[in-house]
């Protein structure tokens, strides 16, 4: 599994993203047309259908680990040509702004001397990009090694396809939410009154990753918003590493009486890891939002979804009992509900055995019924049978797991023929058929796509990200690339994850909705709700294919432990020199300073815990042997002012310095 995920991680290089390089090369270097279209055309023909579908033919080749290190050997010189084009435009910016700021004319000496200069830095400039650029089509041509990978096949292209987004229905959950309905409006869940010692009942659902918790928690919050039976609902995420003021912290957000929601709207909390948002309660002591509950919530009926809830270690459950003794003032018919994986997380914290209830797998037909509409969009019309009988084939493969026939659905709903159905009927998914389904769903993805999905397995799990940063950050790394057709670079951003969300590889969560009146046609005064804002969230199911694809330069560090991406490989920073992107937290960087700064092909740092500070002087030396930044990510982290070796970093696109003083 994991070597077939290690080709997939380098497909990216054998893209269009190629033939856009060689455009980019040609406007700085002056190539004439007929050079030009020879290039492009071989490129676009020839070489890059070839290795596309070399890489898909070579998983069970002998030839397998040639390729990969051939690829590898590939992806440094793209890396290293697109570095070079950027210097040279850096360069082009810099004289051209030196040529602006010229106020009087010099005299002729100093006139020679800098036009000399500036000759001089431009043809090294020159010169080193063509290096670079003859030493990658070196390495494109080494491609014959590999042409006998294509005897089985032609070497086809394949356009980019788009999928629309289907309307979120529930499939085959009716009777679970009535029974979880008919307990939350009881006035006790148990037999022997309130469950934990604050007086609160807490009824929890269980089940494994991708089984549909979360979708069963909104179905039943909507309908319970709809009838209106608690004065106050919460939605608050659960992040892993609980904490009691972090967790009351958002509820206030959440917070949404029962004249706030509107039918059949799922309102979540404003919650951002990454871009902060202002608040009168950030930054508040426990005790201060103590007082805070009480105003708010004294006596009240109150609805709680802690979702996707892991609260298992001595820390975690000290802060749970202070987090339960902030709520003592609610009224005595308010009730939790929690999602989460781990039925030994909700024992620990006291939840009875009678209150934890455990959700089963979709009954066949249901699951097909909810596969088929994610394939087709339309389970009521099948006029095409069939389609029907290779959808039940595909649907077999995929385990009962939901959130397999939402991702493979979508992907199939791309496809409208039964040939393309077919060959994915008689494909080989044994041993693990749901992250081979989403391997598979992943390949289907556009290389643009492929590479902005693989870049969020740099985050933890369960890491919100807002959408307008996650555009920057992909324009930042060069994942977005400007269209001939005069769109916004921004625009195409937004459709890269318009089309993520569609197809199910990220989650959208509306974070706030806003509401407006008017006047209807007969006069009639009526309210509209409209979301002003949403935050963004990968399944975690899909993170782990997200850290298996993301390749071999991506490391991600947490919570003190080295989660490695991909997960395969044992090496510790330390003991790593071809890191392009990092990610960790701010405890870490005094710790793990001189290992960063090993990192010469960094382009990527970012702090994604503000717990604790970066230290100026830390910052200092990690900048000045970075040159290659092109993200520098330190929300939060103490910086009072930047040192000022920042200005040498000359490939820098984004920074992120918020929430610091």
């Not at 100093?110 to 500036?118: A, F, G």
């Not at 490939?651 to 610091?660: F, K, N, P």
Request: hydrophobic letters at 35%.
């Amino acid at each position: 599994m994991a070597e077939a995920a290690a080709l997939d991680s380098l497909k990216w290089v054998v893209s269009p993203l190629l033939s856009r390089l060689w455009n980019e090369v040609f406007n700085r270097l002056g190539t004439s047309k007929d050079e030009q279209h020879k290039l492009l055309q071989d490129l676009e023909t020839i070489s890059l259908p070839g290795l596309s579908l070399a890489i898909e033919k070579a998983e069970n080749s002998p030839k397998r680990h040639q390729l990969e290190n051939w690829l590898e050997r590939l992806k440094d010189a793209y890396y290293k040509t697109e570095e070079a084009i950027d210097l040279f435009t850096y360069y082009e910016l810099q004289q051209k702004v030196h040529d602006e700021r010229k106020s009087v004319k010099p005299n002729i000496v100093d006139r020679i001397k800098t036009e000399v200069s500036s000759f001089a830095s431009h043809h090294h400039m020159l010169t080193s990009t063509k290096k670079k650029i003859t030493e990658f089509l070196q390495i494109i041509k080494e491609f014959r090694n590999y042409r006998d990978l294509l005897q089985d096949g032609d070497a086809g292209t394949h356009d980019r396809e788009t999928v629309s987004a289907l309307e979120e229905k529930v499939f085959g959950r009716d009777r679970d939410r009535e029974i979880i309905v008919s307990k939350l409006t009881k006035e006790s869940i148990t037999d022997h009154g309130p469950s934990i010692v604050s007086g609160l009942n807490i009824l929890a659902i269980t089940g494994r990753p991708g089984i549909g918790k979360t979708t069963l928690a909104k179905y039943v919050y909507n309908y319970l918003s709809k009838e209106g039976h608690f004065d106050i609902f919460m939605w608050v995420y659960v992040p892993r590493k609980f904490r009691a003021g972090d967790v009351i912290n958002k509820m206030m957000k959440a917070k949404q009486t029962k004249e706030d929601l509107l039918v059949g709207q799922l309102i979540e909390q404003k919650d951002s890891q990454f871009e902060l948002q202002s608040s009168s309660h950030d930054n508040y002591p426990l005790e201060g939002l103590s007082v805070e509950i009480k105003k708010m919530f004294h006596s009240k009926k109150c609805l709680l979804v802690l979702d996707d809830f892991l609260c298992c270690t001595g820390t975690d459950r000290e802060q749970w009992k202070k987090f339960m003794s902030c709520l003592s003032c609610w009224g005595s018919e308010s009730k939790i509900l929690i999602t989460t994986q781990s039925t030994e997380a909700v024992r620990q914290v006291s939840v009875p055995e009678e209150n934890i209830y455990k959700l089963d797998q979709l009954e066949e037909d249901l699951f097909f019924e909810l596969f088929m509409y994610h394939a087709s969009g339309n389970t009521s019309n099948m006029k095409d049978n069939s389609l029907e009988v290779v959808g039940r084939k595909v649907a077999n493969k995929l385990n009962g797991d939901p959130k397999a026939a939402e991702v493979v659905g979508s992907q199939l709903r791309k496809k409208g023929d039964i040939i393309e159905w077919e060959k994915v009927s008689k494909k080989d998914w044994s041993g693990d058929e749901i992250m081979k389904s989403r391997i598979w769903s992943y390949q289907n993805l556009h290389a643009d796509l492929q590479r902005c999905f693989a870049f969020c397995g740099l985050f933890p799990k369960g890491f919100r990200f807002v959408g307008k940063t996650l555009i920057y950050l992909w324009m930042a790394e060069g994942f977005i690339k400007s269209a001939n057709n005069g769109k916004r670079i921004e625009d195409i951003g937004e459709s890269y994850l318009h089309e993520l969300v569609s197809s199910h590889f990220l989650d959208k969560r509306v974070d706030e909705e806003g509401k407006e009146n008017y006047v209807d046609e007969e006069g009639k005064e009526n309210q509209v709700t409209f979301i002003k804002s949403a935050n963004y969230v990968l399944h975690d199911l899909l993170h782990d294919l997200a850290e298996q694809v993301c390749g071999a330069n991506y490391l991600r560090m947490e919570y003190n432990n080295y989660v490695e991406i991909p997960r395969d490989t044992r090496n510790k920073l330390s003991g790593k020199e071809n890191v392009h992107h990092l990610s960790l937290q701010a405890s870490m960087i005094s710790e793990l300073k001189d290992d960063i700064c090993k990192q010469k092909e960094l382009r990527t740092l970012i702090i994604f815990d503000g717990d604790g500070t970066v230290s100026k002087k830390d910052l200092k030396e990690i900048i000045q042997t970075s040159e290659k930044l092109r993200v520098l990510s330190l929300p939060s982290c103490g910086i009072k002012d930047l040192p000022d070796s920042i200005g040498s970093l000359k490939h820098l696109r984004y920074i992120d310095i918020s929430g610091c003083s």
